[in-house]
């Protein structure tokens, strides 16, 4: 069975986003002015092989803490779904 | 006594290096490709800086899977001396061999530069031949430099005496105007807690000629042969 597992990985809450600081400026400068924030982050899209979602999700979770996310600074999220 | 130049694929300051610890220090230096696992009897191994698999998903985060980084493990475990400079020191925080995250700049640009730097701790093996608070004028060149710990950590490491240079003025004022990327408590080089590994941002290999208009990279580079020459001094004597 094929799983498609979606993680995007963002700054935690206090560390510093320069690119997000820069977007939301370009963004008040084509007259967005009612922004307030604007986070960047990482999207991944992981086409795996398991033989449960349950699999697939516990690999994927694992990718995330081994690879995908520095813990220090980032934290993670996913969703795991069948893969047609 | 040997120094070991790591080359990962996107290193681009193995050659400076190399050349400072050779040509200038008159040093035996040899290079070590990241898919060998022999360090080749090395007492010093030196991450350089560059952009180590182009920087790809995080910098350094690819690099620490290299072969050669298991055996520079192996090597600190057995007490060597590893020193990473710039990405070098991205590579030992994704490793683990130091605590701690290096993010973008605070003002988001790439900055090279000669800056200022404190010693705050001269009795490490990469700073013996510095007085204690004496100021080093080492250039820095780098996106990622801005040093992240939470405080309460960095507490601990200040205490015991883990951050070795900290970005200052030309008289070793430690502050927010001498601060180049907005790293936290103008940290700009940290050692681990028996002191056998140093990262540090700035590029001593950079400052080590009068022609490149400093030579105070020289000390941090002789101070670990000193270190080194005495350690074997006495091993000899017990």
Not at chain 1, 12 to 24: A, S
Not at chain 1, 32 to 59: D, P
Not at chain 2, 37 to 50: N, S, V, Y
Request: hydrophobic letters at 40%; a negative charge.
């Amino acid at each position: 069975m094929k799983y498609c597992g979606k993680v995007v990985v963002t700054l935690k809450p206090g560390v510093f986003d320069p690119q997000g600081m820069t977007i939301k400026n370009a963004l008040h400068t084509l007259s967005y002015q009612e922004v307030e924030e604007v986070e960047t982050g990482k999207y991944f899209r992981i086409i795996l092989k398991a033989v449960t979602k349950e699999e697939a999700e516990r690999r994927v979770q694992e990718m995330c803490e081994r690879l995908l996310a520095n813990p220090v600074i980032e934290r993670y999220t996913f969703e795991v779904e069948e893969f047609r | 006594m040997r120094f070991g130049v790591v080359v990962f694929p996107g290193s681009n300051c193995d050659y400076d290096c190399f050349y400072a610890l050779r040509d200038v220090l008159g040093q035996d230096v040899v290079f070590l490709w990241h898919k060998n696992t022999d360090l080749q009897g090395c007492d010093c191994i030196i991450l350089p800086g560059g952009f180590s698999y182009g920087d790809y998903l995080r910098t350094g985060a690819i690099a620490r899977f290299s072969p050669i980084m298991e055996a520079v493990r192996d090597f600190v475990l057995q007490g060597g001396l590893v020193l990473g400079i710039c990405n070098g020191f991205q590579i030992l925080l994704e490793s683990g061999l130091l605590p701690g995250a290096l993010l973008p700049n605070r003002n988001g640009r790439f900055i090279c530069r000669y800056v200022y730097l404190r010693v705050e701790n001269a009795n490490t093996p990469f700073t013996c031949l510095c007085t204690p608070g004496e100021i080093l004028r080492i250039p820095i060149a780098h996106y990622q430099g801005n040093f992240f710990l939470p405080q309460d950590e960095l507490g601990i490491l200040t205490e015991r005496g883990q951050v070795v240079f900290r970005y200052c003025g030309p008289q070793g004022e430690v502050s927010e105007a001498y601060n180049p990327n907005g790293s936290v408590g103008n940290v700009a080089g940290i050692a681990s807690s028996d002191f056998r590994v140093m990262g540090m941002m700035p590029h001593p290999e950079r400052a080590c000629e009068e022609i490149l208009g400093s030579v105070d990279g020289r000390k941090i580079f002789l101070s670990i042969v000193a270190w080194l020459e005495e350690k074997r001094y006495a091993g000899c004597g017990s």
